[in-house]
């Protein structure tokens, strides 16, 4: 009897110390399985509080949001236990496992320390939504406007044989679904004096709006106008559709692995192995710009948010890291697409810095290549006036990018009278140059500024054009009388721009004085008289002559200019000189036969000739051709 007793008292020992084991092991939640789910990392903040309960403060700007957050493990062992410190007045929590069907927290309520709530989950991850007063009508999120991965895919197949796109597999996900490529332009102009625009879509599978963005976007660069030849006679447009598509089929934002794919960018900063969707993309933009020596000018990555504006978020100068610093010129660049999406967007609202994360898109290719770069949001549910969103809205949205992103690339111009732009002028009508360079007005004295830029001839004249800001601080400048030109011999810097000929293309280049990367161009075709312009119309056609600057490729690396010649030309005398944005002369080259490509050393002095990085201007001439194209090296 005494030895059953005993053994009792040993089992009952055992069973106790275990039960205290087993307490001790998933009593404590840890408040790091708790991850912000908003797109710059700085709106919610978790830290551990006594019994079971996480402590959540939100950033005051924030505070009138809905928020989501993710537990990412143990949810489902123990109740949880919530506390948001500072809470706006009303505060309803819902929680879901799938993001589609959301259940409101009963046991919420308000205390003098902070709003609570608790949860007795049944799954291990759970995502919990902190939505205000003013949002609970649509906090439950059921009426997200959807997008699934199998209309991704469906859109996909309609459109990737178009004439115009030019579709390639990058790569695959992890789950074997294909990663497309769309490239738009017009392809029978020269890709070398385009710049190089880059849209990269749905790295967030759950974040569906914005394919409808996408849609528009290609529906407009598809469409047979004017201003959409003008776009893809002077840009390239990558297009990256889904980045993440295993997401979007699952209706999550992390990718099959459970990585969110906008933490998972290598730079120079931070060098890992990526997952399979972001390395297929990151290594076609490493080919584009190391391989083929081509400039991204802009670069948008799109999301969907939780918020009812529009907008998103830049980079800023002081964010106490270096790795995320950018410097304050781009700063300022960037403010100028952000004016003009907003003066073109009606729905375009809340734009912020933020210091973001360097495994970010928009920051790791800043570190890399100095790309300019944006995370672009929009919202899921609702719009600021409280109305539903709308699929039709996004397109359109779509077509105001492409708008934007060519105001903010290409902001110099030949204007009339009315503000228009303009391709051709006789010899006694009127024309203007506008630049407006938005980053030229911030911080500048409060009193209309000054600015010159460089007006050349085909002939090779140069002229250097005072423009005056049209207000205070506005980054708009013009001319005050119109240009003039004249058919005389050539006199540098006498104030008037000669030509030689009777029709002839007169240009203006801008380059940026703080933003090295800001350069810009306008021509147009100059007439001496209407016979002239009749004639030059048949006669002249500088249609496939291109120059560009390579910074890899022969001689281990060598830079050299890259002259491209149609064969049409081939038994044409030749000429290449080339200028600096002042109208000096740095060297001419004179050859006959230069049909296809023609490569001219830029750094060595033996063969070439020294070129210092930075913006220059070219005339070629070859018979009665006479082209003067902008040379960035770079």
Request: hydrophobic letters at 35%.
């Amino acid at each position: 009897m005494n030895i059953i007793c005993i053994k009792m008292k040993i089992l009952t020992f055992i069973t106790t110390i275990l039960a205290c084991l087993t307490v001790n092991v998933y009593a404590v939640f840890d408040a790091k399985y708790c991850v912000d789910y908003s797109d710059n990392d700085e709106t919610l903040f978790f830290e551990n509080g006594s019994d079971n309960t996480v402590l959540i403060t939100i950033a005051s700007k924030y505070r009138k949001d809905e928020l989501i957050f993710k537990v990412t493990r143990f949810a489902d062992e123990k109740v949880l236990r919530f506390k948001v410190v500072n809470p706006p007045t009303v505060l309803e929590p819902y929680y879901s496992y799938d993001r589609k069907e959301w259940k409101k927290f009963h046991a919420a309520s308000c205390r003098s320390d902070g709003w609570a709530f608790s949860g007795d989950f049944t799954q291990a991850k759970v995502f919990i939504a902190l939505v205000p007063e003013a949002r609970t009508a649509h906090a439950a999120r059921h009426d997200k406007l959807p997008y699934p991965y199998e209309k991704v895919a469906a859109y996909i197949d309609t459109i990737k044989n178009k004439p115009l796109i030019d579709s390639k597999i990058i790569g695959t996900s992890v789950e074997g679904r294909d990663i497309y490529k769309f490239t738009i332009t017009n392809k029978a102009v020269p890709d070398d004096l385009k710049k190089h625009v880059w849209l990269n879509f749905r790295v967030h599978g759950d974040e569906a709006t914005q394919s409808y963005v996408l849609e528009g976007t290609i529906e407009h660069l598809l469409k047979d106008t004017p201003e959409v030849k003008n776009l893809l006679d002077k840009m390239v447009f990558h297009i990256v559709p889904i980045i993440n598509p295993d997401g979007a089929f699952a209706d999550v934002r992390e990718n099959s692995n459970g990585m969110d794919l906008n933490r998972n960018w290598s730079s120079p900063e931070t060098t890992f192995v990526e997952e399979d969707e972001i390395a297929a993309v990151h290594g076609e933009i490493n080919s584009l710009v190391t391989d083929d020596g081509k400039k991204i000018a802009h670069l948008i990555d799109f999301h969907g948010w939780n918020r009812a504006e529009d907008g998103g978020f830049r980079s800023h100068y002081n964010t106490g890291n270096p790795s995320t610093n950018a410097t304050i010129p781009y700063t300022r660049e960037q403010s100028c697409y952000i004016k003009h999406i907003k003066s073109l967007d009606k729905w375009q609202s809340y734009w912020e810095y933020s210091p973001g994360v360097v495994t970010m898109a928009r920051l790791a290719l800043y570190n890399q290549y100095g790309i300019s770069a944006v995370t672009q949001e929009y919202p899921s549910t609702y719009r600021v006036d409280s109305t539903q969103v709308k699929a039709e809205d996004f397109r359109e949205q779509g077509a105001m990018n492409l708008r934007a992103i060519y105001k903010f690339l290409f902001h110099i111009e030949f204007v009339n009278e009315d503000g228009d732009e303009v391709k051709e002028y006789l010899k006694d009508e009127k024309i203007y140059i506008t630049l407006d360079d938005y980053d030229l007005g911030i911080n500048k004295k409060s009193s209309p500024d000054k600015y010159n830029v460089t007006l050349f001839s085909a002939s090779g004249d140069t002229e250097t054009v005072l423009l005056t800001e049209t207000g205070d601080t506005t980054g708009i400048f013009t001319v005050s009388e119109g240009i003039s030109f004249e058919q005389n011999s050539i006199v540098k810097g006498d104030g008037l721009l000669q030509i030689s000929a009777t029709s002839e293309t007169i240009g203006v280049i801008y380059h940026d004085s703080d933003y090295v990367d800001d350069v810009t161009w306008d021509y147009v075709k100059a007439y001496t008289s209407t016979t002239g312009k009749q004639a030059g119309q048949h006669k002249i056609d500088e249609g496939s002559i291109a120059i560009t600057c390579v910074n890899n490729g022969l001689n281990n690396g060598t830079r050299y200019l890259q002259l491209t010649i149609p064969e049409k030309y081939t038994d044409s005398e030749m000429s290449l000189t080339i200028y600096t944005v002042n109208g000096k002369s740095i060297k001419t080259f004179n050859r006959k036969r230069l049909m296809g490509i023609n490569i001219i050393p830029v750094n060595e002095s033996s063969d070439g000739m020294l070129l210092s990085a930075g913006v220059y201007y070219c005339v070629l001439k070859a018979g009665r051709i006479m082209k003067p194209m902008p040379l960035i090296v770079w």
